[in-house]
């Protein structure tokens, strides 16, 4: 099943950054008020979301400026400007490793999210690019974990994007990642690795639960243990079948050997644990699919490495 196509924004892009789009519910679940309904939604926010409302900068999906008292209106959605908030510097190098006129593909870094998402917003790969290009239609066509490094693909031209999409979607798209993670005697390799992954937002990680397989990772190793003063560790490589959050993190947890300096699995680590110096050692190395427009076939290789030893 194809996914439905995003409504458009009604308000532009600003300095790189989308809108912040908030879908509003069944009128039984609402208070009388749009207002209403977002200070109850975003008590945090409510100063900002007053500002915005005097200034007119809450708008509708036809890009009409909502007032205090604006009805609320069900089955629609709400669109602003957020103020952004202040980020710490994160990695920014992206090198690009191909484009045309349709394609961008980037070697992401570790540490850098490929979205905007939480605190981080500026901060984060799209974002990044849209402004050192001055690319405001740049968008992504996957994404990867913050802390994952390597092969991020994102659309220059919406009208060509449903198509890289469709092959993403039809898994016709081949993605290969190269993992350090612990060593485990008498693993059985190379497998596959089913299960049902959920992710939702009641914890950081994603789980596996009994019911029907959606995630497939296929498991070998890449190279001979080693150890070090944390323990023996081993290079696999890794190519998903399936694009469940976090897939790639969980199935190698569930083995026994899960990612090196990984924050979430098997155990979370406190916030402010992580440490730049000692990334995840989880990298996208190589992406593989037929250019859907000039019908080339394309492979995508990072030129990052994973490290071994304690600088790793």
């Known amino acids: 099943m194809r996914r439905r ?6 308000l532009p892009l600003r300095d790189g950054v989308d809108p912040v789009r908030v879908r509003l519910p069944a009128a039984a ?12 939604r975003f008590p945090a926010s409510a100063r900002e979301l007053e500002e915005l409302f005097a200034a007119g900068g809450i708008v509708d999906d036809a890009g009409r400026p909502l007032a205090h008292d604006a009805p609320f209106r069900p089955g629609g959605s709400v669109w602003y400007h957020r103020a952004l908030p202040e980020e710490p510097e994160l990695p920014g190098d992206l090198p690009v490793l191909f484009e045309d006129e349709w394609l961008l593909a980037v070697d992401k870094p570790h540490g850098l999210p490929t979205t905007p998402r939480g605190g981080f917003v500026a901060q984060s790969a799209l974002v990044k690019l849209r402004r050192s290009r001055r690319e405001d239609r ?50 059985r390799l190379p497998r596959l ?17 009994p019911g029907a397989v959606n995630a497939r990772t296929a498991v070998e190793r890449a190279g001979p243990p080693f150890a070090d003063a944390e323990g023996t ?16 993190r969980v199935h190698l947890a569930g083995l026994g050997i899960p990612v090196r300096h990984d924050p979430l699995y098997p155990v979370v680590r406190p916030a402010g644990a992580e440490d730049p110096g000692r990334p995840l050692q989880l990298l996208a190395r190589r992406i593989a699919l037929v250019h859907p427009v000039t019908g080339e076939p394309l492979v995508l290789e990072s030129r990052r490495a994973l490290r071994s030893g304690d600088a790793a």
């Open 5 to 10: 196509r995003p409504a458009p924004a009604p």
């Open 29 to 40: 679940e609402a208070p009388g008020t749009v207002r209403g309904y977002l200070l109850s």
């Open 138 to 187: 740049l968008s992504p066509l996957h994404r990867l974990d913050r802390g994952t490094a390597g092969v991020l693909l994102l659309s220059r031209d919406p009208a060509s994007r449903g198509r890289f999409q469709t092959l993403f979607q039809e898994r016709a798209v081949t993605k290969e990642y190269e993992a350090v993670a612990g060593h485990r005697p008498g693993l």
């Open 193 to 209: 690795v089913e299960s049902r992954i959920v992710k939702d937002g009641t914890s950081l990680q994603a789980r596996e639960v």
């Open 233 to 248: 560790w081993a290079r696999y490589a890794v190519r998903p079948e399936t694009g469940r959050t976090h897939q790639i």
